[in-house]
């Protein structure tokens, strides 16, 4: 352990760069921004196929990301420091969700009486690292099974529905 003391000097240093790993790390170690699954999502004009990208693509992020998630987590309350790296990282997950909501609403509506504001709301909630680690690593369900689900939660819950997703408009 002193070897990881000298190099990192304080635990959110330690957990700074285990996440920077963790995000990084992977078949392609570019910014997400730079990989070809986000120019993608972002270049499809068709939202439900949007998310879809969205989901797949930051599944296999989460997978490597949401273990070191649970450990600033639960470190937060007792270091001041990790508190201040977890809130900054909730902060740019919750921006980076904004963005996305933004690309959203510039291919076709969200649904009917949803604000900006909520739909990111939404989407942060439901795109979480913890819920992925919630129902992946402590509940058992395959990748498989989240990113179907939380692809159809998605749809269903940020955009105008649509003869294309399988029901007819409502209201």
Known sequence: MPTVKLAYRTKPLVLVAAWDHAVKDGP????V???????EMI????PREHLR???AGSRLVKSRIAPIIEVVRAAAPADQEV??????????????QRHTIRALRGKGPLRAG??????TDLLYTLNHPTLYQTLVGHLGWSAERYEEWLTRTLIDQLLEPSVHNGRAPTG
């Open 28 to 31: 392609d170690p570019r910014p």
């Open 33 to 39: 921004v730079e990989q070809e699954w986000f120019r």
């Open 43 to 46: 270049s499809t004009p068709d």
């Open 53 to 55: 990208l969205q989901v």
């Open 83 to 96: 508190d201040a790296l977890w809130e900054k990282m909730q902060a740019e997950f919750h921006d980076n």
């Open 114 to 119: 949803l604000s900006e504001d909520e739909a």
